[in-house]
C-alpha cells in the first residue's frame, strides 16, 4: 500500500516505471495528483487536434505555466531519461504530441522547431485528407504525399515519431515503410477484435511489428468523462465542417458510455497489471507492456537520428 | 601561424577562447569558414530587427537549415559548455539574439518559447518606444512599463538576458535595477569617448559595471559591408515609417566609411588582442577580453535562476 498526496493505493509496485501511450484530459492539479498517486511516470499528452502553428504554441505557453506552477508535480518529458528521474521522484513527466499535422502548416522547417519547443510525437492525418497522408475517414486513401515523404524523413532526422492511429489502411504501411525509425500507433486496436475504420488491420500490424513500431490501445471516450461537449467537438470537427460529425458514431449514439468499473482514471492502471497477470502474462512482460516498451522505444526514438 | 580552411592567421593564440559579442552579417559558408580560420569560438548574431514572433520562427528555422548543411562549421550556442566545445573543435558556437522585442509581441508566454527555442539576448527596445521600455532616439523616455517589469522577471527565470544597447537613458538604468540577474549592453560605447544618443553615460556604465553586467564595444557601421542596402533599411525604418530614418546620420551621410585597417573581418581579431597588449594590457586580461569575460557571462546567465 502506498499514500501518495492522500491517494491510497496499491498498484502498480513502486519500481514499475508505468507510462500512459496517450492521454487527453481536462488537465489540472487534481489530475497531476492523481497520476502521481497512481504511479504513472510518464504520460504523451495531446496538445493539438486541429491547432495551427501559432495556436499550438500558446498551448505549450499553457503548459509552461503548468510547469511553473506544479513542479513538484509534473515535468518536461524531453528524453527517456526525463521520465526515468520523474520515475525516482515521484512525478509524472509530460511527453507532448500532435493528433494532427496541423502545427507544421505547409513549412518543413516547423518539423525541427516544434521538436525544439518538447514535441515528441506527431500524426500525419486526423481522419481527414491533410497535406501529408489521408485519414482512416476519407473514401480514398491516395497514400503519403510529396510533402508527406519529406515531412517523414525529417521527422526521422530531428526525433519526432511518426504516429498513424488515425490514418488510413495505405498510408499507413507506406508510412512504415518510407521512415526509417519505427513508429508508432498510439490508440488504436487490432480491427480483428473489433472491426472499425479507426482499428488497425492484421497486415499493418504485422508491418507495424516486424518494423520495431509500438501499439498503444485505447480507453477512449472514457478518458473524456471529465471533458465538457466543446472539447470533443473540437476533435471531431475542428474548423473543417460546419456540420457535426459523429466520426463512427451516430447522433442517436452520441454520448459516452459509462466508464467500465475497473479503470475509473490514473488510479487504476494496477487493475491493467492485475488483468494481464490474470491472464498469464508472467511479471517481466506486465512490466513491458505498463512502460518499459514505451520507455525503450522513448529511449531510441527521441533523439537526432545518427 | 595556423592555417585553417585555406586560411592563414597569427591569431588569436589557438588556446584563447574568442566572443563575438554581437554581430550581423550576410550569413554564408564563406563567412563561417573565416569565423573558424579566425579562431572565433562564439558569435552572438542578431536574427531579429522588427521581425514578429512567426517570422523570427522562420529566421530560426533559416538557421537550423545552416546547422545540417555546415555541421563542420557551425553549432547551436545554448550554453557555455557549446561555446567550449565549439572552441575544441575549431567550430563556431552561434548564440541567437533579438535586438528588439517584437517576437513576443504582446504575449508574456513567448519569453519562454523564444528560449526553448535557443534565444539567450534580448532587447527591450530598438531605437523606439516598444511594449516594453523606450528607445535612445525617443523624445521622451517614460521608463520601464509595467509589461517590461513582467518580462523581465521571465527573462531573468528562464535565462533569457535583457540587452539595452538601443534603450533611452532612464529605461536603461531602470532595467539594471529591476533585474535581477545582470544585464549586457551587448553594443555600444561609453558617451564620454563620443557622445551620441546611441552611446551610454557614466552614470548607466557605473550601475551596469556594479551590477555584474556587460558592456560590448561595436564595430559597427562597418561589419555591414557585405549586406545589401535593403538590409540596412530593415534594421533603420523596419515597418514603423514609410519615411527613411538616418538614426544619428543624416542623407548626406548615409553611406559607410572604408574599413579600418586594422579589422577587415573576422581573421582581424588578433589586432585587437594586439592593440590591447600595446596599450597595457597583461595576457590575462586580454584572454577576458576577447572572450573569457562573455564566456563566465553565459555560464552564469543562459540558464533557468535558482
Not at 499535422?101 to 500524426?123: K, N, T
Not at 504485422?206 to 498503444?216: R, W
Request: aromatic content about 10%.
Amino acid at each position: 500500500m502506498r499514500i501518495v498526496w492522500g491517494y491510497k493505493t496499491e498498484y502498480p509496485e513502486p519500481d514499475m516505471i508505468l507510462i500512459d501511450g496517450c492521454q487527453y484530459a481536462n488537465w489540472s492539479e487534481k489530475i497531476f495528483r492523481e497520476m502521481n498517486a497512481g504511479g504513472v511516470s510518464a504520460v504523451h499528452v495531446t496538445i493539438c487536434y486541429h491547432e495551427d502553428f501559432r495556436e499550438t504554441v500558446e498551448n505549450m505557453a499553457d503548459w509552461n505555466r503548468m510547469f511553473e506552477r506544479f513542479p513538484d508535480l509534473i515535468v518536461p518529458g524531453r528524453t527517456a531519461e526525463d521520465v526515468r528521474r520523474a520515475h525516482a521522484d515521484g512525478r509524472t513527466a509530460i511527453v507532448f504530441g500532435f493528433q494532427n499535422c496541423s502545427p507544421i502548416e505547409d513549412d518543413i522547417g516547423l518539423v525541427e522547431i516544434c521538436h525544439q519547443l518538447g514535441a515528441r510525437f506527431m500524426q500525419l492525418t486526423y481522419n481527414n485528407q491533410s497535406l501529408l497522408a489521408t485519414g482512416c475517414y476519407e473514401e480514398n486513401d491516395t497514400g503519403v504525399t510529396r510533402m508527406g515523404r519529406q515531412v517523414i524523413a525529417n521527422m526521422n532526422r530531428v526525433g519526432l515519431v511518426v504516429d498513424m492511429s488515425h490514418s488510413g489502411e495505405r498510408s499507413t504501411p507506406e508510412a512504415i515503410e518510407m521512415s526509417e525509425r519505427p513508429i508508432a500507433i498510439t490508440h488504436a486496436h487490432p480491427a480483428f477484435w473489433h472491426p472499425a475504420q479507426r482499428n488497425k488491420s492484421d497486415d499493418v500490424l504485422k508491418a507495424l511489428g516486424e518494423s520495431g513500431g509500438m501499439l498503444g490501445f485505447s480507453l477512449y471516450p472514457h478518458h473524456l468523462k471529465d471533458q465538457p461537449d466543446s472539447v470533443v467537438e473540437w476533435m471531431r470537427v475542428g474548423r473543417w465542417t460546419k456540420d457535426i460529425d459523429y466520426g463512427e458514431g451516430s447522433a442517436s449514439d452520441a454520448g459516452f458510455p459509462p466508464m467500465p468499473s475497473w479503470f475509473g482514471g490514473n488510479l487504476d492502471f494496477g487493475n491493467i497489471a492485475d488483468g494481464l497477470k490474470a491472464h498469464g502474462f508472467d511479471d517481466a512482460d506486465v512490466e513491458k507492456v505498463m512502460g518499459g516498451n514505451w520507455l525503450r522505444f522513448f529511449e531510441e526514438s527521441f533523439g537526432p537520428s545518427n
